[in-house]
């Protein structure tokens, strides 16, 4: 079994950053993927980004790169998600996800993931 805690939510303006933390516990592989998922009010999860835990590959979902930047912390147990220039769309409680198998890749789908963490609130205001 996986556990997943995710960190660093919080209620920031337009424009500014934020770095999000996912912390993986039990058992942990390097053929993990991490995934980065959203969910706004009304809203369907909309995938962020990935990462493969060994090999440093990312993937990112349409209109994410260039402002979202996924990244292996230096305890293996550790993926950040720095967020910058943040909107008041990126509104949403961010999801760390984690796929096992580490395939197929990229992992954008929901049901790709096996483990999932509680969440963490972002709220940008305008």
């Known amino acids: 079994q996986v556990q997943l805690v995710e960190s660093g939510g919080g209620l920031v303006r337009a424009g500014d950053s934020l770095r999000l933390s996912c912390v993986a516990s039990?058992?942990?592989?390097?053929?993990?993927?991490m995934g980065w998922f959203r969910q706004a009010p009304g809203k369907e999860r909309e995938f962020v980004c990935a990462?493969?835990?060994?090999?440093?590959?990312?993937y990112y979902g349409d209109s994410m790169q260039g402002r979202f930047t996924v990244s292996r912390g230096n305890a293996k147990n550790t993926v950040y998600l720095q967020m910058n220039s943040l909107k008041p769309e990126d509104t949403a409680v961010y999801y760390c996800a984690a796929q096992v198998s580490g395939w197929p890749w990229p992992s954008y789908k929901i049901h790709e993931y096996e483990h999932w963490g509680q969440g963490t609130q972002v709220t940008v205001s305008s």
């Open positions: 990462a493969r835990w060994s090999g440093g590959n990312t």
């Open positions: 039990g058992r942990t592989f390097s053929t993990y993927t």
